[in-house]
């Protein structure tokens, strides 16, 4: 006899069949155990060529049914989830308890999501999202962020895309903490290739990779956008850290503020492109990021987050010593990328000081070398 | 009647003696020429027996037979048909084959008897001075060229007829043979171009002479209009002068290469900028008779690949070799040819596909598409790159500030010292600098004290350094300590060489 888990999975695994299918096909059969039971085939011959039910109209293509058909067969269910259970990839129903209760808030929730590694647990999420070709500051706010955040016990939610969000999934890892991410393909898709080593270093360190989609399912453009719906719903809070305008983020802030959540974005200079999106959240009403202990309070109502920025000065001045030129300097610094010309032009050092002070704060981890001769503040 | 006069032919920048035999006998007339003529040598023929004509001869119908000897080596150039010419002459008895014993010759015919002029005249010039032979004939474009060479008399003919005439003449007067001592001296200061036009990117200007004192080999980042190319063409303004040996060296190269021009040597340090679309064969050099290509001709010099990442990655693998060995060698079939290459290799490359990354008001492009972009320029040829530095670019306020931006002559002056501390501590090691360093230089050269080896310590850690950057980074920072002339490489030194690391682009 077929569990009923057993029996969601062999319809959520079928290729081709998609939530709305599966929404269409389960208002016809009326319970999932019809599309297993003795009346098996006569529902599927109804739902391809339609019946009164259906009004006449048929709900599924006759390809479709017949990977249904295939797909419902328990010899072939019980040798894919045998084949998933070996690639560590676990099946999760709407009606398994272990179903990520944020889901559920979804009209359109997944009838199933495929898991590698963990799902969030009950604790604080925060999405964090934004631009794939971010600039040096949206960088550098997003590991700040994402690191404070982590080590407050907060779950970052993400994307895995390229730019900010590996960026806030990486910075969460480092910083001891756990990230998940959803994916827009199956979940052994590792899109993009040039986030391999995170998503072994998300699995390596008991975080998750979640999909709607069947293991082997490709990343498609027009999947991403029903992903950011995931993560929407994944996510308590959710931080737009850079993004321009039109960005594909904003599908994202959509999900959230129609499940009601709050969105944050931050804030940057009006000439900046990559934050012409964020400044217009935020006069629409987004709350604005000035400091992720703030973030970290709103989520997990403590207070418990340093003022970071004094610590930074303090090492400052311990590893500058008694310099003033180190001190000039580092307010020379920017969280814009600046080149060393600048740097020195504007701290008024000659140089060859500059060329070898600028070490000084490298190797103490102030300041990171974004490009060749270009510096940001950490 | 037989006649025989002496002739060159030039293999890489070296000249070989060859011997043109003309022989004149009876038979059917005919012209026949052997001894391994590659085209434009047997082309010689319809040459010669016109400008004879022109020139007011008539050669009576005889069988003429020219051989070049010796006869297992190719000939190739358009150097001989004037040597041709005149054996003919002398084996006709038309001039007196005695006259020609001691003379080298050298020219190219036109069909009315004008005498056009060759390349490589000087590595000839000092041939025939080692042959011990007493003239050297070369048309008049190249006498200055030849009168390079002391003790050997140098005649510039202009036309056959007139050649005729000297030669019959007992009084010989020749040019004055050019100054040595004085030649490179007087053109010393001669470059339009100074490092003190370039403003605001002083930064960039100490990278650059920190890769000059050690002849460390330099890579350029930066956005469109940085000053890359600027700075590079200002390098070899503060090189050190070239010595009248490398002069001649060099002088060698370009006489070959037919580009030589007006002055009689190269008295300045070369500066070869070929364009992104050059050929592997153009660029190391080669062609069916080897001919230098772009990195010979930057020999003592400075080569510069701007736009590096557009160079084909075979043309830039053609580097690799001659990096490492200092000269390029071209087999052709039975023949080795050896170019000297000694070149201070300078690139320059946008930080990504549209230029302007981090600036991200201008780039759209992702991390990915700046991590391709650098990625083009492979590892082998990133490894010979010891100074990388990045150039921001120029805006009115630099180009209006009155600030004192540092001149060529200042550079130079602190180089020059610099390198003189090197050439005092590696007298007898085999090396000149700092860049040339191998494992077991750096550990007798490159102590550090307790402080600056923590230093070190840490950014191997930080930087997450592979053994070949930190040997880099001690070398670098060996310069550094020269130029500011001190014994012991210091803590400042190490961090100064580790902020030209292209750890950057290797990472990437």
């Known amino acids: 006899m077929m569990t009923r888990e057993e029996m969601w999975f062999g319809l959520c695994s079928c290729q081709g069949i998609y939530r709305t299918d599966i929404e269409r096909i389960l208002k016809t059969v009326e319970d999932i155990s019809n599309l297993y039971g003795k009346n098996k085939n006569r529902f599927l011959s109804e739902l391809a060529e339609g019946s009164k039910r259906t009004n006449g109209q048929s709900v599924i293509s006759h390809e479709q049914a017949e990977e249904l058909r295939k797909r419902t067969g328990i010899d072939e269910i019980r040798r894919l989830m045998e084949l998933n259970e070996k690639r560590g990839i676990r099946f999760l129903s709407r009606e398994t308890p272990d179903y990520p209760k944020r889901l559920l808030i979804l009209k359109d929730a997944p009838y199933g999501i495929y898991v590698k590694g963990a799902v969030p647990s009950e604790k604080p999420t925060c999405g964090m999202v934004g631009a794939r070709a971010c600039s040096a500051y949206g960088r550098s706010m997003s590991e700040k962020f994402a690191a404070v955040l982590a080590r407050g016990n907060v779950q970052i939610i993400s994307g895995m895309a390229l730019g900010i969000d590996a960026i806030c999934s990486r910075s969460a890892l480092s910083a001891g903490g756990k990230t998940f991410v959803v994916l827009g393909g199956g979940v052994d898709v590792i899109y993009p290739k040039e986030n391999t080593d995170l998503y072994y270093e998300i699995l390596m360190k008991g975080g998750g990779i979640l999909s709607e989609y069947p293991p082997g399912t490709p990343s498609l453009a027009w999947q991403f956008p029903h992903r950011n719906r995931l993560i929407a719903a994944l996510s308590d809070l959710l931080l737009v850290m850079e993004a321009r305008k039109q960005s594909g983020t904003l599908s994202t802030v959509g999900y959230a503020l129609d499940m009601g959540k709050d969105v944050y974005a931050l804030p940057g200079r009006v000439t900046d492109p990559l934050s012409e999106s964020c400044n217009l959240l935020i006069r629409e009403g987004a709350g604005m990021l000035t400091t992720p202990e703030e973030v970290l309070s709103l989520l997990t109502g403590n207070q418990n987050g340093k003022a970071a920025e004094d610590q930074r000065e303090q090492q400052v001045q311990k590893t500058g010593g008694s310099d003033p030129e180190i001190d000039k300097l580092y307010e020379a610094l920017d969280w814009d990328a600046k080149s060393l010309e600048e740097i020195a032009q504007k701290a008024q050092i000659k140089a060859e000081r500059a060329a070898f002070l600028i070490t000084f704060f490298v190797l103490e981890g102030l300041a990171k070398e974004v490009s060749p001769g270009y510096y940001v503040k950490t | ?508």
């Open chain 2, 1 to 508: 009647m037989f006649c025989r006069v002496f002739c060159a032919d030039i293999l890489g920048i070296e000249a070989r003696r060859i011997c043109v035999e003309a022989d004149v006998s009876g038979g059917l007339p005919g012209f026949y020429m052997v001894g391994l003529p590659s085209s434009e040598v047997k082309e010689a023929k319809e040459r010669v027996l016109r400008a004879i004509s022109n020139t007011g001869i008539d050669l009576p119908p005889r069988k003429i037979t020219i051989n070049l000897s010796p006869a297992n080596l190719r000939k190739s150039g358009s150097g001989f048909d004037l040597p041709i010419a005149l054996a003919i002459l002398g084996a006709m008895g038309i001039l007196n084959p005695a006259h020609l014993r001691d003379t080298m010759i050298l020219g190219e015919l036109s069909l009315d008897g004008k005498i056009n002029p060759v390349r490589g005249v000087l590595p000839v010039a000092f041939l025939a001075k080692e042959e011990g032979l007493k003239e050297l004939i070369v048309p008049e474009q190249n006498l200055k060229e030849g009168a390079v060479v002391p003790g050997i008399g140098v005649y510039g003919a202009k036309d056959l007829k007139n050649l005729l005439q000297r030669i019959a003449d007992p009084q010989k007067d020749y040019v004055k043979s050019a100054d040595l001592d004085h030649v490179l001296t007087e053109e010393k200061d001669a470059y339009p171009v100074d490092f003190g036009e370039v403003k605001g990117q002083e930064v960039a200007k100490r990278a650059t002479m920190v890769a000059v004192a050690g002849f460390h080999h330099l890579l350029y980042v930066g956005p469109p209009g940085s000053g890359k190319s600027m700075m590079a063409q200002r390098i070899p303004t503060i090189q050190n002068p070239l010595t009248l040996e490398e002069c001649m060296e060099l002088s060698r190269i370009y006489s070959v290469a037919g580009l030589l021009g007006e002055g009689p040597l190269m008295t300045h340090r070369p500066f070869r900028a070929p364009h992104h679309t050059i050929t592997s064969a153009a660029l190391a050099g080669g062609y069916l008779i080897p001919r230098p290509g772009e990195i010979s001709l930057a020999h003592k010099g400075v080569l510069f690949l701007d736009e590096a990442a557009e160079f084909k990655q075979e043309t830039l693998e053609t580097l690799r070799t001659p990096l490492e060995t200092k000269q390029m060698v071209i087999t052709r079939s039975s023949v080795q040819t050896v170019f000297p290459a000694d070149f201070m290799l300078v690139m320059a490359m946008n930080p990504c596909k549209c230029g302007y990354y981090p600036d991200r008001n201008l780039c759209c492009c992702t991390e990915a598409d700046v991590r391709r972009y650098f990625g083009k320029i492979k590892g082998p040829i990133l490894d010979r790159i010891d100074v990388c530095i990045g150039t921001k670019k120029v805006d009115i306020k630099d180009l209006k500030s009155d600030g004192r931006p540092m001149t060529s002559e200042e550079m130079r002056r602190q180089i020059i010292l610099a390198q003189k501390k090197q050439q005092e501590r590696f007298s007898g090691v085999g090396i000149l600098f700092n860049s040339q360093m191998g494992p077991k230089e750096i550990k007798q050269y490159c102590q550090l004290d307790r402080e600056a080896e923590a230093l070190l310590d840490k950014a191997y850690q930080t930087y997450n350094m592979t053994a070949r950057g930190y040997n880099k980074t001690l070398k670098v920072a060996r310069t550094i300590a020269d130029l500011s002339g001190m014994e012991k490489i210091q803590k400042e030194h190490i961090m100064e060489a580790l902020t030209y690391r292209n750890a950057f682009v290797e990472r990437l």
